[in-house]
């Protein structure tokens, strides 16, 4: 592997039905911590709650200095390093402490770029993204059986919480690719020249 390729990730949310998967590529360089805007990007979370990416007993995600058994700083750790360091083609992702949601991350293949292709790119998606602050797997398969009956004891409740259309299996996965494409733009622009200055 260099550093010039392409990762093809498989996403996929954990413990939710109907199933949320990603298929995402992204430069081999990247860094973690834009990873994790990548898969906010992809999967449609709101990136309002901490994160961690995982590999084996090592995680990765915002360090706090009050915090110092906490995880080692995103930013300074590229995709590449970690899973050559370890030795693997697996890396979990959790976001949202508190409701949990982790994700499985799989490398599916390594792959060169493409001439004129900005990366990171989403290639696929199917499932609509849980709405946040709803529970974690649990508390979304609650919302879905209230939605779903109007005789639950929640179905009003949920129902005024959740948009009209909420449709776990139906979404348009354009709006998810064209937040991805926006991260790539950002991302490969160059810096302006600097100027000299005429003595």
Same mark, same amino acid.
């Given at each position: 592997?260099?550093? !010039?390729?392409?990762?093809?990730? $498989?996403?996929?949310? =954990?413990?939710?039905?109907?199933? @949320?998967?990603?298929?995402?590529?992204?430069?081999?360089?990247?860094?973690?911590?834009?990873?994790?805007?990548?898969?906010?990007?992809?999967?449609?979370?709101?990136?309002?709650?901490?994160?961690?990416?995982?590999?084996?007993?090592? /995680?990765? /995600?915002? %360090?706090?200095?009050?915090?110092? =058994? /906490?995880?080692?700083?995103?930013?300074?750790? $590229?995709?590449?390093? @970690?899973?050559?360091?370890?030795?693997?083609?697996?890396?979990?992702?959790?976001? =949202?402490?508190?409701?949990?949601?982790?994700?499985?991350?799989?490398?599916?293949?390594?792959? #060169?770029?493409? %001439?004129?292709? !900005?990366?990171?790119?989403?290639?696929?998606?199917?499932?609509?993204?849980?709405?946040?602050?709803?529970?974690?797997?649990? /508390?979304?398969?609650?919302?879905?059986? #209230?939605?779903?009956? %109007?005789?639950?004891?929640?179905?009003?409740?949920?129902? !005024?919480?959740?948009?009209? =259309?909420?449709?776990?299996?139906?979404?348009?996965?354009?709006?998810?690719?064209?937040? @991805?494409?926006?991260?790539?733009?950002?991302?490969?622009?160059? %810096?302006?020249?600097? $100027?000299?200055?005429?003595?």
């Amino acid at each position: 592997m260099s550093t !010039a390729d392409i990762f093809c990730l $498989k996403v996929t949310l =954990d413990d939710v039905e109907p199933q @949320v998967l990603r298929r995402i590529e992204v430069p081999a360089n990247i860094k973690l911590d834009r990873l994790h805007l990548t898969l906010q990007a992809a999967l449609g979370w709101t990136n309002s709650h901490l994160y961690e990416i995982r590999v084996r007993d090592t /995680g990765w /995600g915002l %360090p706090e200095s009050d915090w110092p =058994d /906490g995880p080692l700083d995103a930013r300074k750790a $590229k995709l590449i390093d @970690v899973l050559e360091d370890i030795g693997t083609k697996a890396l979990r992702y959790l976001y =949202d402490f508190g409701d949990g949601w982790e994700h499985t991350i799989k490398v599916e293949r390594v792959t #060169a770029s493409e %001439p004129g292709v !900005a990366y990171p790119r989403l290639t696929e998606a199917s499932g609509r993204c849980p709405p946040e602050d709803v529970g974690g797997p649990w /508390g979304y398969a609650e919302m879905l059986e #209230a939605l779903d009956n %109007p005789q639950h004891e929640r179905h009003a409740e949920i129902r !005024a919480w959740v948009d009209d =259309d909420f449709d776990p299996r139906a979404f348009d996965p354009n709006h998810l690719k064209a937040e @991805v494409a926006k991260l790539a733009r950002r991302w490969s622009r160059k %810096p302006p020249a600097r $100027k000299t200055r005429m003595p």
